[in-house]
């Protein structure tokens, strides 16, 4: 095996939250610094239906961090500091007619420069082309061409609230001619809704946004760690598919590729050097303090999710691509220890005697005295399995039923019985095969995870019990029955795969 070579990679927001806020902030920033009264009000009423726009997926976005972890999503936003930035420019609006709010939030009414003004103040009806005499600059003399420059400078300043209108109104009057003008007349007289609206939307954003820095409220639960490595390791956009795909081929390769009496040691010198190189990667070598220097993924996806929130900012994505390879890759290694000791166990195992009816019984007695129970899908079922609670439901009402007669001998009551007999003859092999048929459970799961999920269904049954009814196969067997149980299979859990189809 041969170790990864990272390339560097620039961090996203993949839900782009980042950009939307810089959009908003750009707008407000110009908002703050425009001149002209037309042009500031038509930014808020941008800024208004933009920032909505973010505040209803922000909203929804909070809410589902209460159930689904983030990882990638937005983390590289500064929630703390763009809550403070928009409640600053809320504030500015709010007393944007008040000069002294303005200013006691650090954003001051903005006037423009000595010549701008003066330029602008020559072309006001009541100055230009004032008869009696030239404009003002075409004074020749310095002192006095300085002194007037000073005192129409301060009175403009001194009276900018006054002025600034007047300057507006003389831009749109020019524009009259174009048909701009009149389309814009209509907007100042909305001005004080529109800067209220864009004030009070802008402060629910700062709300949102800094509710969202001082997520999550309280503990993170145990389960909520292990469904965002859950998420990770199978969503597409972070390669843990592809990941998972490209470790199977690998051990199969170094297993059809290595002599038989090899493979013992080889296999074990292969997890050895996967956990090396894992230790050696930027993030991986943090890992062991998660999940244990084995690193068995499929014993730790709370610990693995765990280090995933941990470092979600900064470890990379190509990174976490390799490091869920290498973890797979020790997963399907033991994975193979685990299927040889189990089949040199069966090989010694004794043929069973055929069940007495009294042991027939006394199953049936034990059974039906115990309730089964419906915990959460493990990591085995797919993600069209585990995303529909109808189907689940109607899952978990099938084999409740069904279950409670498969894997045993039937009594002689329960021969006599259509529905009963009906069953007779399946095993748990055949409703785990019939699982993969119809999409219930993983392609890559392991007969260990099956048998827990059944364990933890049923309480009368163990994992180790069932793990050895799956492995019980012989020469003997009659293949075309197995089939028929299969299809029986599918027939009975058929309302389920229906459910499926239909989200």
Known sequence: MTTKKLSSERQQDRSDVLSLLNSIDGMCDACQHVLNTYTQTTLMLAITTEAKMLLMKLQVMKDRWNYHLPFKEASGVDFYDWSKRFEEVSLWMTGNDNEDAAKAEGVPEFCPSKHFLLDLYTQLPENKNVTGGPAYYRETNSSKLIAIQERNRKQLARNWKDYKPKFSELVVNELEDQTIGEMLRPLVKQNHAISRSCSEILMQLSKVLNELHNMPNGEIKKDQFARLAERVVNEPEYGGVKAQNAARRDVNNLKNTTPEDDWPSRRDDEINVTGEFISEMKHGSKLFRFMGHNYIIKDHYAGFGRFLNTYRKEIGEEELTTLIEYLFRIHYLREDIDQQETAVIEEAKPEEPPVAAKDALAIYQKRKAAQPR????????????????????????????????????????????????QYSGWKWRHLMDAYVKMGFIRRDFTKKGFADHLASVFPYLTADSVLRSLSSRSTFDDKDADRRYVSEIEYEFKPVTDLMKKK
């Open 374 to 421: 419906r915990p959460r899908l493990s990591y085995i079922f797919t993600d069209e399995m585990v995303s529909n609670v109808e189907a689940v439901n109607k899952y978990y009402e099938l084999l409740h039923h069904c279950g409670f007669y498969i894997g045993r001998t039937l009594i002689r009551e329960e021969k006599r019985d259509k529905e009963a007999k």
